[in-house]
């Protein structure tokens, strides 16, 4: 039986895995950058995650690894299992969350919902996208983008001079004229059990998740939780998966990113779900019976708490917010900086979402006061 | 501004603190008696809680001290206070938890409804007591006991012989004849502001406590609280406070046992209420506003996990009792062993409180298996 998991990655998502780990008397290690991170609290070994013999180290540590980011490179995951390492997800599966023209791809092949698309090798083949496609599309860099960063809208191949320079491939997509984005949360253990939330809301701001309703109103959720099933079952995740999706004027559901990892669009869980995303991915990722996901009031809002400057830690405002009534508030235990994610606040309301956001915004406006 | 919370003490109890200290970006250190406590993942000091100089070494790198269990002895305490270090509950507060014949004559005092008591330092005055008490009492020592420790029923002068030699005073109380057992939880913080849980009712199998329904059943909800908001006052608690009650026949309520501390009968908070008890007392220690603590299910049940023998841990039966939905599991992280507190289960339901204790019995039975 898996009873010590190994988190690479100290960041807010392995500080959240570590109350369910305690819960169920699991042990986790977390792998972390450096002193300072978030999940110091359970940090067992503090390095170079793309160093093979550092991670290694630890992997003898625990009886599988999982992730906190998807940043690990392929090389260093395929060894560690080459050795007999257990890595979930693996990195069959993994590949496709790290690599944006590998994800279009497969996903192309299973026939699921995605934004036209093409691979791009040269300014000739840009050119080609941007007038099959009316003059402007998304370009992305396959690996290493994350909130916003590794992505740009271009209506010229001299828009896209820099990156075409480096000569290494691209993906351009269509430019999607969605309504909203969404995003579905499933999971999915070691021997196939499959188990998804509602589908929700997600509202960006600058490329950069602001806040998450549950469920997200009037959604086709039948259709959101049949395409995450496919993308689970026909790329092999383990753990849990997040894919967000562009919802266009009629409705239509088109697969935007994934990510194998408990994800931002899910903290709305920790309160709104009889099981967290980050209990269901430990679950997962030991092979467990996954938990119950039946929402635990009928609407939830999740506000994330963005740095300010480099001083305001919300913490200073206790005295004022902690008087919200009905507000949980996570802080990540960070030092402050602009834009950097601090903390969420996630409220519940039986009555209406617009009630659950009102607490929300009013928790939120007191931190920030 | 608190940000440093010191617990003496490395039970279950603070074990559970450390979720809610993590999500309030609070920083929990724990002074823990050995390296193998339940509260091992936020220990900073290891010793014995009874030598003075080792707790104080402790208090110098926390902003308040607070407490698992209520056996650090009042004058380490008062020492500690002296010396300008926050205690809270202080010293003047927790003396009534640690002793039950100081407690007895303050709720007395107070005109709170207790059992008919008398201080005993003689086998004359314990020979006078089961007179005018129809030949019974319940004999205690007025500290030192938990758990059913330190409490016998005596109809004779001989059943006390032992009791009796030592030389200590003893608290006699009539043997009330009680329909059930509640308790009413609450907390005050420093500044006084004060708020309580729905008063639950308590299972106690050979002086253990076994479950706990929440809310009681057909109970007096305002009279528990009345209660225990005088409690609460007049002893000037900081920090939870539970307040354990005997329900006569005819509805009275009695007070029987006190403790300081978040209490078995409220681990249903976790998940049954908004704000649980352990956040409250993080809360109200740190003299922030206490949290809303409404239920969020109309029902709970929290069953006890006790120790089995030496080998049986419970998670061995995961792969089954996880499969129970709508079960909540807390594993203490302790070695096994006959009669321990090793987890507990919490199960809710929006229909009824039979409908919450299956559930329940049913992950525990499937842990038994």
Known sequence: MIKTIGVIGGGQLARMMITPAQELGLTLKVFAESEESSASLAATSIGDYTAYETVRNFAETVDVITFDHEHVPLTVL???EAEGFKVQPSSSALRFAQNKLSMRKKLSELGLPVPAWAEINSAAELQNFLVEHGGVAVLKTPTGGYDGKGVMIVRSVEDAAEWLAQ???LLAEEKVEFVREL???SARNISGQWSS????QTVQVDGVCS???SPAPNADATGAAIIAKRI?????VTGVLAVELFETSDGTLLINELAMRPHNSGHFSIEGSITSQFEQHLRAVADLPLGDTKP?????VMLNLLGVDDNHTFIEHYPQALKISGAH???YGKSARKGRKMGHITALSANSIQEARQIAVRAKEALHA
């Not at 635990?296 to 939830?300: C, E, V």
């Open 78 to 80: 395929e060894k560690l």
């Open 167 to 169: 000569g290494r491939p």
């Open 183 to 185: 995003a579905q949360l």
């Open 197 to 200: 939330w509602t589908v929700v």
């Open 211 to 213: 806040e998450v309703l």
């Open 232 to 236: 689970a079952e026909g790329l092999g």
């Open 296 to 300: 635990t009031a009928n609407f939830a």
């Open 329 to 331: 508030f996570h802080t």
